[in-house]
């Protein structure tokens, strides 16, 4: 079992930025994979970035080049580092752990909000 809380999120301007952490319960963060994944009203859950667990990254096209995801399991907390927020940035980014090779994930946090105001 992995427990996860959001923090980080709030209100910006366009251009701004902001960094999420996502705090995960449990000894052993290190062998899980993460994600974070965000949900704006009216559309469907989107992942916007994962991490393995040796480091590797995959992004959503749309954010490429303006966020970062990374990792710590010294601190068992997983971060995505937001830049050049868009007000199409605005939703609730919620983190997630799957097991790998299991590709579903099947551990989330509860969310944070995160408004980008034009």
């Known amino acids: 079992q992995v427990q996860l809380v959001e923090s980080g999120g709030g209100l910006v301007q366009a251009g701004g930025s902001l960094r999420l952490s996502c705090a995960a319960s449990?000894?052993?963060?290190?062998?899980?994979?993460m994600g974070w994944f965000r949900q704006a009203p009216g559309k469907e859950r989107e992942l916007v970035a994962a991490?393995?667990?040796?480091?590797?990254?995959t992004y959503a096209d749309s954010v490429k080049a303006r966020f970062t995801i990374s990792r710590d399991n010294t601190k068992n907390t997983v971060y995505l580092q937001m830049n050049m927020l868009k007000p199409e940035d605005t939703a609730v980014y919620c983190c997630?752990?799957?097991?790998?090779?299991?590709?579903?994930?099947?551990?989330w946090g509860r969310g944070t909000q995160v408004t980008v105001s034009s």
């Open positions: 449990g000894r052993t963060f290190s062998s899980y994979a």
């Open positions: 997630a752990a799957r097991s790998p090779p299991k590709l579903r994930y099947d551990y």
């Open positions: 991490i393995g667990t040796g480091g590797s990254t």
